[in-house]
T-cell receptor, first 115, second 113 residues
Framework: DTAVSQTPKYLVTQMGNDKSIKCEQN?????MYWYKQDSKKFLKIMFS???????INETVPNRFSPKSPDKAHLNLHINSLELGDSAVYFC??????????????FGQGTRLTVV | AQSVTQLGSHVSVSEGALVLLRCNYS??????LFWYVQYPNQGLQLLLK??????LVKGINGFEAEFKKSETSFHLTKPSAHMSDAAEYFC???????????FGTGTRLTVIP
């Protein structure tokens, strides 16, 4: 069983398009995240979300929006894609207040290429 | 606010040699600290974590790290490098119970035969 799964694994699209990346976790976690990893491997948190609070990194353009139909899913929707959006996007989940079990579990990533 | 700094974006060691990857943290609250490994074209896998229990933490694949509050450090070590250890390593910090996990810039480990 895959703990955190993302689809699709690869996504190639044209500038100006709107796309979504889906994420699901089966760990019973209450917090989910989206990270962006650029070509230099730098990991930047974009959002963290639980059933109480959405925390947005202020540097993330409002073209990016997280959508959570339930606790096990956090999808990432991107409007008007730009060349600079090309990156690997990782979904992750963790248990808030989990004490020693607070680590985040990551999906395998979605490599987005905007042409 | 929390942050981590990883010294050295690239580290090369010979097979069988000591691995030392450096991480210093900054946190306004007692931190939880993590080391993750990323193999090519894969996601991040947890190596080990410090969550205010023992300061010397043992992880998978023979790695360990020591939390030193006085030095605000959480360096990762392995006594003997193996070819399969070649990967990108990330140090990360969160406040206990916080919803955010902040990563360092990563260190690429190369193991020379």
């Amino acid at each position: 069983d895959t703990a955190v799964s993302q689809t699709p694994k690869y996504l190639v699209t044209q500038m100006g398009n709107d796309k979504s990346i889906k994420c699901e976790q089966n760990l019973g976690h209450d917090t989910m995240y989206w990270y962006k990893q650029d070509s230099k491997k730098f990991l930047k948190i974009m959002f963290s979300y639980n059933n109480k609070e959405l925390i947005i990194n202020e540097t993330v353009p409002n073209r990016f929006s997280p959508k959570s139909p339930d606790k096990a899913h956090l999808n990432l929707h991107i409007n008007s894609l730009e060349l600079g959006d090309s990156a690997v996007y990782f979904c992750a989940s963790s248990l808030t207040g989990g004490g020693r079990n607070t680590e985040a579990f990551f999906g395998q990533g979605t490599r987005l290429t905007v042409v | 606010a929390q942050s981590v700094t990883q010294l050295g974006s690239h580290v090369s060691v010979s097979e069988g040699a000591l691995v030392l990857l450096r991480c210093n943290y900054s946190s306004s609250v007692p931190p939880y600290l993590f080391w993750y490994v990323q193999y090519p074209n894969q996601g991040l896998q947890l190596l080990l974590k410090y969550t205010s229990a023992a300061t010397l933490v043992k992880g998978i694949n023979g790695f360990e790290a020591e939390f030193k509050k006085s030095e605000t450090s959480f360096h990762l070590t392995k006594p003997s490098a193996h070819m399969s250890d070649a990967a990108e390593y990330f140090c990360a910090v969160s406040g206990s119970g916080a919803n955010n996990l902040f990563f360092g810039t990563g260190t690429r480990l190369t193991v020379i035969p």
